[in-house]
């Protein structure tokens, strides 16, 4: 035991080196090695809810190494992976996307405020393409911009167990966005998109927009608080709307969509048959434009809910919209369920 102590007092990247030549070599050292780990760190793991969360973290790496083992040498049977709030620095999340690779116990990986940039982007997005286990990946407030995007959406290109991903908060554009929906034309089993908070403008609105005209798997995309998009690039979601048969949810909600966008939005929604739920809350939508949604509610027999407020829709504009529509839940003051 004392020779296994001495171990922390290497390099942390030679100590992540013998750790993982031991796996290989000696389960009895390694269990050693762990326990050691253990002791000095007791915090930092914790079980919560069928799940890894990190905590206290140190500025050195020997926790993320403690992390490897678990994840990748099959210790923790545990199903989600939480970071939240921590500061990972990018050599840690090599470490652990190495572990993440051949892992086949994790189903969600959280990143939620770890301020990952785009190198940390391109080690998640390598792991991407071998693991055949994680079905959500949520990464939000974030420094990822354009190039980790790109690598992201050549990983979705290859990947077909992921599910749900999330990318929020963070600093990509047109070209990341582009990418990423050029990989949504041909990805088999991403049903859930938030890309909300971004800095998507028109090119990458227009590649979405392309993309939900050919995808048939998504169902669940959320474009809120990108604040370029304006009529122009609702019209383009309006025409993918009039094709696509399987989105069932959509966010716009805190954008700058005036009355001429959503006319060319309400004129979808009248031949749309598969969207449940649209959200438009704090947008530039006045009485004109609500009149020509209350039109459009007569003709459209699958809107379950819509979310209106904080507009400049007057409440008998919103109550006539919902007469027009006997089934349709409407997001008035007083009576909001957002």
Avoid: W
Avoid at 118 to 140: C, H, P, Q, R
Avoid at 228 to 249: F, G, R, S
Avoid at 267 to 289: C, E, H, P, V
């Amino acid at each position: 035991m004392d020779d296994v102590r001495r171990l922390i007092h290497l390099p942390e990247e030679l100590l992540f080196i013998i750790i993982e030549y031991l796996s290989f070599q000696d389960c009895i050292l390694l269990h050693e090695v762990n326990k050691l780990l253990n002791s000095i760190f007791p915090q930092i793991i914790i079980m919560k809810n069928k799940g890894l969360e990190m905590n206290f973290i140190n500025k050195d790496n020997l926790h993320i190494i403690q992390f490897y083992h678990l994840i990748k040498f099959g210790i923790s049977k545990q199903n989600k992976l939480n970071f939240c709030c921590n500061e990972i620095n990018s050599t840690s999340i090599e470490i652990l996307s190495k572990a993440i690779e051949t892992n086949t116990t994790i189903k969600l990986l959280s990143f939620y405020r770890t301020i990952m940039n785009d190198k940390g982007a391109i080690v998640i997005a390598k792991a991407l393409k071998i693991n055949n286990t994680l079905i959500e990946l949520f990464i939000s407030h974030s420094l990822i911009g354009n190039n980790g995007a790109i690598y992201i959406a050549e990983a979705l290109k290859i990947n077909n167990t992921l599910i749900e991903l999330i990318i929020s908060h963070s600093l990509i554009g047109n070209k990341g966005t582009i990418e990423i929906a050029k990989a949504l034309e041909t990805n088999p089993t991403l049903t859930k998109l938030m890309f909300d908070n971004n800095k998507i403008g028109d090119k990458g609105i227009l590649a979405i927009a392309k993309a939900l005209e050919k995808n048939k798997k998504l169902r669940e995309l959320n474009l809120s608080c990108n604040l370029e998009i304006y009529d122009k690039e609702a019209k383009l979601i309006a025409n993918a709307l009039k094709i696509n048969t399987t989105l069932t949810k959509l966010d716009l909600s805190n954008n700058n969509i005036g009355d001429e966008g959503i006319k060319e939005i309400a004129t979808a929604l009248a031949i749309n048959t598969a969207l449940k739920i649209l959200n438009l809350i704090y947008n530039r939508i006045y009485n004109k434009g609500a009149k020509i949604l209350e039109e459009a509610m007569k003709t459209n027999t699958t809107l379950e809910k819509l979310y209106l407020h904080r507009n400049n829709i007057s409440l008998e504009r919103i109550l006539a919209i919902e007469i027009a529509s006997d089934r349709t839940t409407f997001s008035i003051p007083g009576k909001q369920f957002f």
